[in-house]
Every structure is written in C-alpha cells, then in structure tokens.
C-alpha cells in the first residue's frame, strides 16, 4: 500500500460524522478484556440460575396441577356411577313405590282425531 493512499484514507465514523465506536472507549489491556469476559460469565451464570429456578417452580406447579386434575377425574367417576345407579330402573321403580305410586296395568290412549275426549267448561 502506497503512503499517498494511506493518508487519504479516513475512518468512517469520522467521515460520516458518527461519535467514537464503544470498542475504542473501552480502556485498552488484557486486565480490561478479562473484566469485561468475566462479567459476561457471571451474568450468563446467573441468567442459567434464574432461568432453571423459574423452570423448576413451573414444573411443581404442573405436577401439582396434574394431581388436581387426576383427584377432579376420580371424583366426576365416582358421581357418574352414582347417577347412573339412582337413575336407573330399579331405583326408580323402589323410590316410586315409597312414594305410593301404583304400577300401570292398562294403558289407554286419547284419539284427539276421534273427538271422543272430556273438556272442563
């Protein structure tokens, strides 16, 4: 490269007008860049912390979400099979009966078409 070319040559922030980059700010040394690695280790440490311990309490709170789900299944079987046994004929025909309801021997059915019905006037 030529001495002519080199001294016309211009940095970009200078030729555009932009401020000094944040790499140059910073103090120039080995001590700096160790301060600076160190500090993204422990900040990348502690966002791992962070991150497992909101992951762990979710997952207690799952688990404990399932066993309430698993507890709410049980208890909507067990109402199932007492609704289906109160509802079924042999429980509705025993509870008829302490009511003093009668079975039906004869059934007779109202022919509306056949005018052959009593009216309350």
Known sequence: MSHAYAVTMTRPHEALGLPQPWARKLPQGLSALNAVLALITVACGLA??????????????????????????????????????????????????????????KVQFVNPARKNYALAK
């Open 48 to 105: 791992y912390i962070v991150l497992v311990n909101t992951a762990t309490t979710k997952g207690y709170t799952l688990a404990q979400a399932q066993q309430r789900l698993d507890s709410l299944k049980t208890d909507t079987l067990t109402l199932q099979n007492k609704a289906e046994t109160m509802t079924s004929m042999q429980q509705l025909t025993s509870n008829a009966a302490a009511l003093g309801f009668v079975p039906v021997d």
